[in-house]
């Protein structure tokens, strides 16, 4: 009976916080109030909002295209319509309140179990939209047949492979094979760190995990047959193991299928050596520690400098560092801070470029409230200069300086998803939009005489098939000219600027990307009247020469030196991105093997995006709430006592998640006689969709309560009404506030007389948070929580309860893997409520201190903690399967605090001082979010030496 | 025929009562002396030629729902009818029978745990097999209510052919056997290039088989002995052809179809391909033949009619939607169900639909027909029965 007044305790908790308001963590905020459509086409209902309109049609018409294929190649099809959803970009679709946790950048779409729903952001890139679609398509056949079968064989549970073989099958399916696959295998074989599939689902690293799966599956369906696939997961049914089936499918043993796998890569792959190089080898690795990309070079009195973007510190980050040969040494500096700050909300690492000019202005964008702003930052000064932003354009990626510092070209996408190019002229800060297409434009550089613009895009003839190729742009007289042109991917081309006939880009022309160099371009262009490119194939230019011959991949290049000699570069190795200088360009460029003449086309239009026409009003209409479960429960309960015990929770939501309807009917009747009065009803409306949420709600609760300080039972029926709101004001703070009006009926059973109140309770809260974490638990950055609440009771006219709630926590980085831990922690309560108790030992409070033990109204707490990396792994080996903890941390700790009843008397139920601890403990994560928790120590109130043992996160 | 089925249904009552009283039977479900030419379903493709052309001329559109009832599990492969009764193997081990003119279940019984896979029946013998159990494949005796062989042949997932006292069944060992019906014995066997988990054909003396790559096998009958074997040939070199469903034959012609979506048409003497088509998208089930025409159902969704001496397309259908079952056809008409739900009439001269109707759920056996029944099963469990709106009516008078 006691569980059950636990668990209606919890559900009433859970209905008082039903805004989402989590104690800490970030804000998701809906900055927009996005005006959705439906379209209707024969197997998807399309969400999309007015803007978006072209590109719901194109998503229309790709999501057709892909269940045609997907039901030949599942030998299945779906009954029921597919909810799509579609965001014209990633900062939008970072707002979906779908999933109820914030979104990071890397996930480009998923499929929600639950409603079926399916959503994507569109990134630009036609291709990669379509390519998007399919992949989480496959999941949505995948889920739907593996059910099927199930259901048929009459399998309850569901049998879902291994996380390789689904995100595996999704990216084969959806895009065969790419560079960027062969990079990610090429490299784990090369560095031997190929994971076993049938243990991947323990590397936490998602790409390699996609990428593993894709190589394995794309092997089995070119040695073993198409057909394999589809058995396998038909198959699925025959054996709760799956390796076993797909052993008993394909014939063999699971792992000699693995070791003929990685056989025949390194077959391939190993012959590449003697051609290819290792970054770490051929050029100087200038970065060694977390993600490095977008180096740009930046000279002046006080020596030469490289700048980049890194996430070392695990929050993404701007330094600098002296690459003079004198100073190469000396560690890189910090220069801006980011993810810390509303302003700095994303860099968005690895997905844009930035750059500096001769004065030392560095512009780079960054995710700054609804969209992404342009930011200009004083490097000598170290101050942040301006920030530019335009209503048009919602997220900028890749800005480049003109030569004379004056102008900024960048791309920039709008709300149609429209990824075009933009010049910006800092003097008037007046903005020029060059490209006005569906065409994904990206990665702009400008000539040194400021008179062209190349930029990466997939305009080109083989654009639809997902390549993008270098065109060549003059503003002068708006002539665009395609640059180079075939199946692969020619990106981030980069000028120099002192030396003009020379552009670098990355390509995957040989397999991989490496750095490519176009000699000879400024000459061709000179020699064009009224600043048009030539066009005959004699005044062409060169072929592009390979100068970088990595066997894995080579990004972002920037020409740096005193004569642009050098070359800074982005390269994949060790499933690391690392910054890498190259000196002596010269020496390395050969002439083109072919010494015969690019073609350097005018451009034309070579391809057209497809859309599905649906015709007829009915197809395509206004979005209207429709509520479907998300959660249905019940739970009956036999007590010896009381006899049959039922009740149910339900949830219901709109299929874009903005609004919830919460239900909650319980009965605690002891007799027939009680089954009207011991109803527990709730009723919640949750309102997600505006950047206020929030909650109104009806409750009634009738129930017995134990309060077990007091040893008593008592009853209370409270019912009443609730109001509850959240406003962030960005992606780190917000206020919360609440309001409760009840009317509470107690009869106190060892009392004479019973209590009845009408009631009127009032929070307000302001929540920081800005922390990142490790595998244990924050590893940088601050989170607090201030909360002031009062209670009035208007039967009696008097103040009925207060408290107030104190939580600061910051942790201080001592070095990249060692920290400080601070939390100060307080929560006062003051007045007549009767069973609200604080436990603050354990070993999430007072360590060394059972929970019990230190106990009262009221509480303050200080832990110290000094949090070190103590070992990689604690790998136990059974026959079967292993137990993997890891990694493993360490801590120094250092606890104060206490509890107590009343602040006039300063009653302490515990001896009226301060209590203490201090000893070590370990943290170890198990499956990836259990964390084991040991702590062995001693306190200021026993001689002896306590441990304790329990789960949870660091705090 | 009221008076028939519950004549069957006495038997089956008595035989049942006999069972109970000898505590070593598993249970009978039906008697009858199956005639191989008979208008009865009672293998996968109706014959052991397996070309799904029934000869009734009751399938007539539009057909009124008879009934229809839900199971626990799934239907395993096809199910079979034998006069007047609708025999259903499950893929929870059941074996359900079923009057075929009310849905009014006769028996049950279950074997195991494991699906029953390749149910056939062949006289008074019922065959499956189980894949968990040691002595996979069983005969069973329908009379009796016993088992009255069980044999070690590993894992088989197809149906057997059946001849006068030889049965012919191919396992994923890659083994391919030949055992006397009457106690299970093997007669000779054959190690193949690759597993047979399609169910094999018969003319008049030799056995017809496809491994999973695509071999083509055609034994005597009597002693095994090759008579050929062939590889089929990719139409785009080094893409792999692989059968999905059993081959077809009829009047000397042997057709297959593959993964790779080819249609082939291989002499039965020689093993020699006459014609391949490739449609290019995958096709999951086996053609449907009559005496002039070969009808392709494809997984585009597409039927295709094609003249069986050329391969010449005489018309095409087209579903929409996935089709990966067989086509029933008649002299007139033909029928096809689509995954999604929908059991399709065409006009077998022009492919003009003339009747459809839509079921709520995906369809997972081909439509079978015998005694004016229409049959079919979907994935929420339901098992159908159809009969046209004439023969109600009659049965009604």
């Known amino acids: 009976m006691r569980c059950l007044h636990k668990v209606t305790f919890l559900l009433l908790s859970t209905i008082s916080f039903t805004t989402a308001q989590f104690y800490f963590g970030r804000n998701k905020i809906q900055y927009h109030p996005f005006d959705w459509y439906v379209l209707t086409t024969p197997h998807f209902e399309i969400y999309y909002y007015k803007e978006e309109e072209e590109l719901a049609a194109a998503g229309a018409f790709f999501a057709e295209e892909s269940f045609s294929d997907l039901e030949k190649k599942f030998n299945f099809t779906l009954v029921q319509k597919v909810p799509l959803i579609f965001y014209s970009s990633h900062l939008h ?49 995948m889920h739907s047949k593996i059910s099927q079968i199930l259901r048929l064989h009459n399998i309850m549970t569901y049998r879902s492979p291994p996380l390789w073989f689904t995100e595996g099958l999704a990216e084969f399916w959806s895009s065969g094979w790419d560079s960027k696959a062969e990079m990610v295998i090429r490299d784990a074989l090369l560095n031997d760190y190929l994971v076993p599939l049938d243990r991947l689902d323990l590397v936490t690293s998602g790409f390699l995990l996609y990428k593993e799966g894709q190589s394995f599956l794309r092997f089995v369906d070119s040695v073993y047959g198409q057909d394999k696939l589809l058995l396998i997961m038909e198959g699925i049914w025959k054996n709760n193991d799956f390796y076993n089936v797909i052993e008993t499918t394909v014939g063999k043993d699971f792992k000699e299928i693995l070791n003929e796998w990685k056989y025949t890569y390194k077959k391939d792959i190993y012959p590449l050596l003697e051609t290819k190089e290792t970054a770490q080898l051929s050029s100087l690795s200038l970065t060694k520690q977390g993600i490095n990309s977008a ?39 910090l220069l801006l801070q980011g993810e810390r700050q509303a302003k700095l909300e994303s860099l968005h690492l690895l997905q844009t470029g930035i750059d500096v000019n001769s004065s030392g202005i560095l512009v780079f964008p960054s995710k700054s409230g609804a969209t992404d702003v342009l930011n200009f930052f004083d490097i000598n000064q170290c101050e942040m200069l301006n920030t530019f932003s335009h209503a048009d354009i919602v997220s900028i990626s890749s800005p480049a300086w003109s030569s ?103 390509s995957d022309r040989d397999g991989t990307h490496n750095i490519w ?23 062409g230019i060169r072929e592009p020469v390979l100068l970088t011959c990595l066997a894995t991949g080579a990004f972002d290049p920037y020409w740096c030196g005193e004569n642009d000699q050098d070359l800074l570069f982005t390269a994949f190795e060790n499933f690391r991105f690392n910054v890498h200088l190259l000196e002596n360009v010269d020496t390395l460029l050969s002439p083109p093997e072919r010494n015969q003449i690019y073609p350097f086309d005018k451009h034309k239009v070579m391809w057209k995006r497809s859309f599905l026409r649906v015709k007829g009003d009915k197809k395509n209409f206004p979005y209207k709430k429709n509520y479907t479960f998300d959660i249905a429960q019940t ?22 998640g903005d609004n919830y309807y919460h239900f909650l009917l319980f009965n605690t009747a002891e007799s027939s006689s009680e089954f009207l009065g011991r109803f527990n009803l709730a009723v919640t409306r949750v309102d997600l969709s505006h950047r206020i949420n929030f909650a109104i709600g009806l409750f009634h609760f009738a129930n017995d309560y134990y309060y077990s300080y007091g040893y008593q039972f008592f009853f209370e029926r409270r019912y009443g009404a609730q109001f509850a709101l959240s406003y962030p004001f960005s992606v780190f703070q917000r206020v919360e506030a609440s309001s409760v009006a009840w009317k509470t009926e107690q009869d106190r059973y060892f009392e004479s007389d019973p209590f009845e109140a009408f009631l009127v309770s009032n929070s307000v809260s302001y929540v920081f948070d800005n922390s990142i974490w490790g595998p244990v638990g924050p590893v940088d950055g601050m989170s607090v929580r201030l909360t002031v609440g009062r209670t009035i009771n208007f039967t009696q006219s008097n103040i009925y309860y207060t408290g107030l709630l104190g939580d600061f926590r910051k942790y201080f980085r001592t070095s990249l893997k060692t920290l400080y831990a601070l939390r100060i922690m307080s929560w006062i309560n003051q007045g007549e409520d009767v069973y609200y108790r604080f436990r603050i030992g354990g070993s999430w409070g007072l360590r060394g201190f059972k929970q019990s033990e230190v106990v009262g109204r009221s509480f303050f707490l200080i832990n110290n903690e000094f949090r070190f990396p103590f070992a990689q792994q604690l790998l136990l080996r059974f026959s079967s399967f292993d137990i993997n903890i890891s990694p493993i941390r360490g801590a120094i700790f250092f606890d104060m605090g206490n509890a107590w009843y009343d602040i006039p008397n300063w009653k302490y139920l515990y001896p009226n001082r301060l209590l203490k601890s201090y000893g070590v403990g370990f943290r170890g994560n198990l499956l990836g979010f259990i964390v084991l928790r040991l702590d062995i120590g001693k306190t200021t109130e026993s001689k002896g030496l306590f441990t304790q043992f329990f789960f949870g996160w660091n705090y | 025929m009221e008076l028939l089925n519950l004549r069957y249904t006495l038997m089956i009552s008595v035989v049942l009562a006999m069972g109970i009283i000898n505590s070593s039977c598993i249970g009978t479900l039906i008697v009858k002396n199956i005639d191989a030419n008979s208008e009865d379903w009672f293998t996968p493709g109706g014959s052991f030629e397996r070309t799904s052309h029934i000869k009734s001329n009751e399938l007539i559109p539009p057909l009124n729902l008879a009934w229809k009832k839900q199971f626990n599990s799934g239907v395993a492969g096809q199910p079979v009818i034998i006069d007047g009764i609708l025999v259903v193997p499950f893929l929870n081990g059941e074996l359900v029978a079923l009057r075929l003119s009310d849905g009014k279940k006769i028996d049950r019984k279950k074997f195991g745990k494991s699906p029953i896979e390749g149910f056939t029946i062949f006289g008074e013998t019922a065959y499956w097999a189980l894949r968990h159990e040691k002595k996979s494949y069983r005969a069973f005796d329908l009379i009796n209510g016993r088992y009255i062989w069980k044999a070690r042949l590993g894992i088989i997932e197809s149906s057997p052919a059946i001849k006068e006292d030889l049965l012919y069944i191919g396992n994923s060992d890659r083994l391919f056997y030949c055992l006397d019906k009457k106690n299970g014995k093997i007669i000779w066997k054959h190690r193949e290039s ?50 999905y469903s059993y081959p077809v034959i009829s009047n000397g012609q042997l057709f297959i179809t593959t993964l ?85 009439f065409l006009e077998k001269s022009t492919g003009n639909p003339i009747w459809i109707y839509t079921l709520k759920h995906r369809i997972v056996t081909p439509p079978i027909f015998a005694e004016g029944y229409l049959i079919i099963s979907d994935d929420n469990k339901w098992i159908y029965a159809f009969v046209s709106a004439a023969k109600e009516t009659e049965e009604q008078r």
């Open chain 1, 93 to 141: 679709f970072q707002q979906t309140n779908t999933l109820p946790y914030l979104i990071p950048e890397g996930i480009g779409g998923f499929f929600e179990f639950v409603k079926g729903r399916v959503v994507i952001p569109y990134d630009g890139s036609t291709y990669q939209f379509k390519r998007v679609i399919k992949h989480e398509l496959v999941h949505v056949f």
């Open chain 1, 295 to 333: 180096p740009v070079y930046f000279s002046s009195e006080e020596g030469e400098n490289v700048i980049f973007l890194t996430n070392r510190t695990g929050y993404s980050d701007i330094y600098i560092h002296d690459i003079h040969p004198e100073n190469r040494s000396v560690k890189p500096k």
């Open chain 1, 404 to 506: 004379e510092g004056n102008r900024v070209v960048f791309s920039g996408s709008d709300w149609r998803g429209s990824q075009d190019i933009y010049l910006l002229d800092i003097s008037t800060m007046s903005l020029t939009q060059l490209t006005d297409d569906f065409y994904a434009d990206r990665d702009p550089t400008l000539s040194p005489d400021g008179r062209f613009i190349v930029f990466s895009s997939d305009r080109g003839k083989f654009g639809n098939e997902g390549y993008f190729n270098l065109f060549l742009y003059s503003p002068q007289d708006s002539i665009l000219k395609k640059l180079t042109e075939g199946r692969f991917n020619d990106i981030s081309p980069t000028w120099s600027q002192k030396r003009s006939d020379r552009l670098a880009f990355s």
């Open chain 1, 517 to 539: 160099v176009i000699d000879g371009l400024m000459n061709h262009l000179k020699e064009s009247p009224n600043s048009q490119p030539p066009e005959s194939a004699e005044n």
């Open chain 1, 635 to 656: 739970t009956v309960a036999y007590d010896p006592i009381f006899g049959f015990l039922g009740g149910a929770q339900v949830t219901m939501s709109d299929l874009l």
């Open chain 2, 194 to 243: 690759d597993r047979i988990h399609v169910a094999p054909v018969l003319s008049s003396h030799q056995v017809y088989y496809c491994d999973n790559e695509g071999g083509i096998y055609s034994r005597r009958m009597t002693d095994g002995k090759l008579v050929w074997s062939t590889f089929l040939s990719p139409h785009t070199p080094g893409q792999p052809v692989k059968p």
């Open chain 2, 260 to 344: 790779d979506g080819s249609v082939f048409a291989l002499d039965t003497q020689d093993g020699r391909t006459q014609w391949s088509v490739r449609i290019g998208d995958p096709i999951f089930a086996s053609v449907s033949i009559d005496s002039f025409n070969v009808y392709v159902p494809a997984s585009s969704g597409k039927i295709y009619s094609m003249k069986k001496d050329s391969g010449e397309v005489n018309w095409t259908y087209d579903g929409e939607t996935i089709i990966n079952t067989e086509i029933l056809i008649s002299d007139s008409l033909l029928v096809a169900s689509t995954c999604r739900g929908d059991i399709i």
